[in-house]
C-alpha cells in the first residue's frame, strides 16, 4: 500500500486560528514534512465553501494550490481529489495541468470528478445538472484531456464540449500522459467512465463498499475490454494518530476547542463523530487499514486534521503504520 497525505487548506476548517499571512506557509511546509516523512504524494480538495458549515474562514483554490506546491516543492508528487469537472473547461484545464506537470518536472496526479456540492454550483453560477448529465461530460472531458495531452491539435465534437483545432504545448513530461485518476464510486455511470480512462480510482466510505464497488469496476471492465489489474484502486482516509490513546483524546479536544465557537451544534457534532472515527494508536491504524489492503485497496490517502497546527501525529503514522502495510497489497 502506498500512502498520499492531504495539505491543509482550508476547506475543512483545518487552518483556524493560523494567521492569514502564515498560512502559506503552514501548506508548504506541511508538503515538505511529508515527503521528509515518507508520503508518495500531497493532495488538495478542490472547493471553494467550508464544511461541514459554510463560513467566513479560508478554502485556498486547487489549482492555485498545484502551482505553488509545484514550485516550492522537489520530490512529493502532487493531486487533487479531485477536480470538479463543472468548475473549468476540459481544455483550458488540461493546459493547465500540463503546465503545472512541467513546472514540477512530471509530479503532477491529475484528479477528477463530476462534482456534488450543489451550494457551490449554484453560489458561482454554474447551475447544477443531474447527475447522469455531469457524469456524461466528465466522460467527454476525460476523452478531452487525453487528445490534448497526446495530439497535436484536437478537434472535439461531443455533446457537451466542442474544440476546433485546440493546440496545448507543452503537453507535460509525463509519458505517455499525467496520470489520470476518476474519483467518485458512482455504479453504473462513474465507474464506467474509470473502466474506460481510469490509471487510478478512489471510492469507497467503508471496506464493504469498496469490495463491492471493486466488483462492479471489475464488470466494467469486462465489458470496455479493460484489464481490471491496470487500475489501482485508493480511497481516503481521515486519521488522527497518537502514542497513546490519551495523547489521542488530547489532540481531538484541541481540534474541536478550534471551532466550536465557528459552527452550529449540529455542525460540531458532525465533527465529533468524524474525530471520533479518525482517532487511534498506530496499532490501532493497522487494525483499520489491514483489511482494506487484503481488499485491495493499494493506495491510502490520509487526511490528518491536526497536521497544520502540529506534525507529529503524521509522522507517527509514517513511522509506524506505513512500512507495515507498504507491502501490503490485495487480490
Known amino acids: ?48 465553501h467550508t464544511r461541514p458549515q459554510t463560513t ?31 468548475y473549468r473547461p476540459p481544455a483550458y484545464l488540461a493546459k493547465v495541468a500540463s503546465s503545472i506537470d512541467v513546472i514540477s518536472g ?12 450543489e451550494e457551490e454550483f449554484h453560489a458561482y453560477g454554474y447551475g447544477f445538472p443531474k447527475g447522469s448529465v455531469r457524469i456524461a461530460m466528465l466522460g467527454e472531458a476525460v476523452e478531452i484531456m487525453l487528445a490534448m495531452w497526446t495530439e497535436d491539435e484536437v478537434h472535439y465534437d461531443g455533446t457537451y464540449y466542442r474544440l476546433s483545432g485546440a493546440i496545448n504545448q507543452p503537453k507535460g513530461i509525463q509519458q505517455p500522459h499525467i496520470p489520470l485518476w476518476i474519483a ?5 455511470l462513474t465507474l464506467n467512465v474509470a473502466a474506460r480512462y481510469a490509471d487510478y480510482t478512489n471510492f469507497g466510505n467503508t471496506v464493504d463498499e469498496f469490495r463491492h464497488k471493486s466488483e462492479v469496476l471489475a464488470g466494467h471492465c ?36 478550534k471551532v466550536k465557537n465557528l459552527v452550529s451544534d449540529r455542525a460540531l ?32 490517502i490520509v487526511r490528518f486534521p ?18 507495515a502495510l507498504a507491502a501490503s497489497a490485495g487480490p
Open 306 to 323: 491536526d497536521v497544520a497546527y502540529d506534525p507529529a501525529g503524521a509522522e507517527l503514522f509514517a513511522r509506524e503504520v506505513m512500512p
Open 56 to 86: 467566513q474562514e479560508v478554502t485556498y483554490e486547487a489549482w492555485t494550490l498545484m502551482s505553488a506546491l509545484a514550485a516550492s516543492t522537489s520530490r512529493i508528487r502532487l493531486g487533487q481529489m479531485c477536480t470538479c469537472n463543472h
Open 106 to 117: 512530471g509530479r503532477l496526479e491529475m484528479g477528477i470528478g463530476a462534482g456534488w456540492f
Open 269 to 300: 457534532g458532525t465533527i465529533q463523530r468524524t474525530l471520533d472515527r479518525a482517532g487511534g494508536t498506530p496499532e490501532q491504524h493497522l487494525e483499520r487499514l489491514r483489511p482494506w489492503a487484503e481488499a485491495g485497496c493499494t493506495y491510502a
Open 1 to 48: 500500500m502506498e500512502f498520499g497525505a492531504f495539505v491543509p487548506q482550508g476547506w475543512l476548517l483545518d487552518l483556524v486560528g493560523i494567521p492569514l499571512d502564515q498560512q502559506w506557509a503552514a501548506m508548504r511546509t506541511t508538503a515538505e514534512r511529508l515527503d521528509e516523512a515518507g508520503y508518495r504524494s500531497a493532495w488538495v480538495f478542490d472547493h471553494f
Open 222 to 257: 469486462r465489458e470496455v475490454g479493460r484489464e481490471y489489474d491496470e487500475i489501482v484502486r485508493s480511497s481516503n482516509f481521515t486519521v488522527v494518530c497518537g502514542a497513546t490513546e490519551s495523547e489521542v483524546e488530547q489532540r481531538k479536544q484541541m481540534l474541536i476547542d
Open 184 to 188: 467518485g464510486g458512482g455504479e453504473r
